[in-house]
């Protein structure tokens, strides 16, 4: 609760403060400030610290899976701040309405990590989608932020059509018309074909909007198309926190049925990986190739949602941090870069070497290599999925598909380490080296120590 | 009336809206179009509404009031969805003079 009331609240102030300062300095600072605040208060609700008592009625549930979660997702966007401001700035005029913007999103994924009713996933939902919206078309004049505007908006405006089909359906085969997640809880509710029926345009919609394929096809055109720091937040930080909603309707509404929809979850991941990874081999463009990684980074994601046991908690909250940190890392070099073809590397570690090696380390997370944050997380999914115990194929699909990114991400290694060319100018100041370097040390240590992360969901706070 | 009429025409005003979205061309009819799937949704909610209600008005008073009170939340939403939506479709309208769906795939590469 008190993440979700501050960072509303300091939406509004950032708005606001950017009609009184026009220096890009304080309005970065403030923001900084703000994520900083936010992360104090969640984790004093962690620690059982709830600064407002209102009835919620029951509609949202606050356990430390949500709460951890949101606290993942604000260190990230604290990172985000830290490496990209600058080219925040760059995008436009209206630098304080995007953090403000970004800050209404963060409300969003707190409601959605902690939602108890059908309700709030539909207002968390929309309180993320509509504001990132405004953000993928924050380059007014820009005809591809245009056009991915306005698809991302067409595209979330249906796919949310769908899901609120699928929640009235819910609603109608409930005896006692509630919307719950208990109640919708099969055990009370018989399975009737109106209850399936609902629960299938759920998965399709939420599919929809973490990009699993076969639901994908906006994804690429999205992210190529967004100013690319908004990419960066679109792809991480909101992308993690709607798996953790996916995740937790999936595990506390129908996860009592499980066995009946475990299939479509597995043939979903199948086709996600299979096609998130082969058309990322094809791509000419690292932005794009990394829109094509962010769905198949989404189809080992799903491996929480169709094993829903304690490996899977922890794994998707592993996932969810190694994940944002190392994309997160790899779009902001990117961001400094002009030109985003895969031979815009070339050379790059010649003369930057220490932004080089530190890009190294990224890909190396999100091809899953070891010592790397990115190896637990994988780890952690594929055991998830063996301890279901049927299905093993899919496990084996999944590390053929493993490799098969190598492929990608070593391109980009081997083009800064092994391809002469003429080196970009990259506009980085030190301070932007010693955050790089600081987030590709948290990396490691994720890699070598995950313990530390995945044992603060099991620490029982007085 | 039995509920079934209401979940089919529902259903009808929902698949056409999908019809519409997926064959049309022009981004405002688009944007009708999901409308219309928002508001045949409205309209399953307010029937289900009532149904619980029938069936449960002797032992709850309140029953199914939460399927009206959402139909309030989805007008909302679609309120502010409508006011970005448009914004969107004017500024793309500035910059390309047309605000046909096809002429944006052109632009792609």
């Known amino acids: 609760m008190n993440s ?4 509303a609240i300091w939406g509004i102030v950032m708005m606001f403060s950017g009609l009184f300062s026009k220096s890009k300095r304080s309005l970065q600072t403030f923001a900084v400030v703000g994520l900083i605040l936010l992360l104090v208060v969640n984790t004093l609700e962690l620690n059982g610290d709830h600064f407002f008592n209102i009835d919620l009625h029951n509609m949202l549930y606050f356990a430390p899976f949500g709460l951890l979660s949101n606290s993942i997702a604000f260190a990230s966007t604290l990172i985000f701040f830290l490496l990209s401001s600058t080219d925040i700035f760059e995008t436009g005029h209206n630098a304080a309405e995007y953090f403000a913007l970004i800050f209404f999103v963060l409300c969003g994924i707190s409601i959605v990590t902690s939602f108890n009713t059908l309700l709030m996933l539909f207002l968390g939902i929309e309180i993320i989608s509509i504001p990132l919206y405004i953000l993928t078309g924050a380059a007014k004049k820009d005809l591809k932020s245009n056009e991915a505007s306005l698809k991302y908006f067409l595209m979330g405006a249906f796919s949310t059509g769908l899901m609120l089909l699928g929640i009235a359906f819910l609603y109608g085969a409930t005896p006692n018309g509630s919307f719950m997640l208990d109640d919708i809880a099969v055990g009370r509710t018989a399975a009737s074909p109106l209850y399936m029926i609902g629960l299938l345009l759920l998965l399709v919609s939420m599919s929809f909007k973490v990009s699993a394929a076969p639901f994908h096809f906006w994804t690429p055109d999205v992210y190529d198309g967004a100013p690319t720091v908004f990419t960066s937040f679109m792809a991480t930080i909101v992308k993690t926190g709607v798996f953790i909603g996916f995740i937790r309707l999936f595990g506390d509404a129908f996860g009592q049925m499980q066995s009946r929809w475990q299939l479509f979850v597995a043939i979903i991941i199948a086709s996600t990986l299979f096609i998130g990874n082969i058309t990322a081999v094809f791509q000419q463009s690292v932005k794009r190739m990394l ?6 980074q989404a189809g080992f994601m799903l491996f929480a949602l169709l094993a829903l046991n304690n490996f899977a908690k922890e794994g998707i909250i592993l ?8 994309t997160i890392g790899i779009f902001a070099v990117l961001g400094k870069m002009k030109d985003y073809s895969f031979e815009g590397f070339n050379g790059l570690a010649k003369s930057y070497p220490g932004i080089a090696l530190v890009t190294t380390i990224f890909l190396l997370s999100l091809a899953g290599i070891p010592l790397t944050a990115g190896f637990f997380a994988k ?3 594929l055991a998830a999925a063996l301890e279901t115990g049927n299905f093993l194929w899919l496990v084996i699909f999944a590390v053929a598909c493993a490799a098969i990114s190598v492929y990608y991400y070593f391109r980009i290694i081997q083009a800064m380490y092994f391809k002469t060319g003429e080196p970009q100018q990259l506009k980085v100041g030190i301070g932007f080296q010693y955050a790089l370097f600081a987030v590709a040390v948290i990396v490691i240590v994720l890699g070598i120590f995950p313990q530390w992360l995945i044992n603060e969901l099991y620490v029982i706070y007085v | 009336m039995p509920i079934n009429y209401y979940i089919f025409l529902a259903v009808a005003l929902f698949c056409i809206g999908v019809a519409g979205v997926l064959t049309r061309r022009n981004a405002i009819i688009i944007f009708m179009c999901i409308e219309l799937m ?15 209600y029938k069936a449960l008005a002797a032992n709850q008073p309140d029953a199914g009031i939460n399927g ?9 939403v679609a309120a502010a969805e409508v006011s970005v939506g448009l914004a969107i479709i004017v500024m793309m309208y500035r910059n390309t003079h047309s605000i046909d769906v096809n002429f944006l795939n052109r632009l792609k590469h």
């Open chain 2, 68 to 76: 009206q009170i959402f139909v309030f939340f989805i007008m909302v």
């Open chain 1, 4 to 7: 979700i009331i501050f960072s």
């Open chain 1, 319 to 326: 996932y969810a941090a190694a994940y944002n940190l190392a």
């Open chain 1, 379 to 381: 780890y952690y999914m």
């Open chain 2, 38 to 52: 928002l508001n045949a949704v409205n309209l399953l909610l307010v029937a289900f509404s009532k149904m619980h």
């Open chain 1, 291 to 296: 829109a094509y990684s962010s769905i198949a």
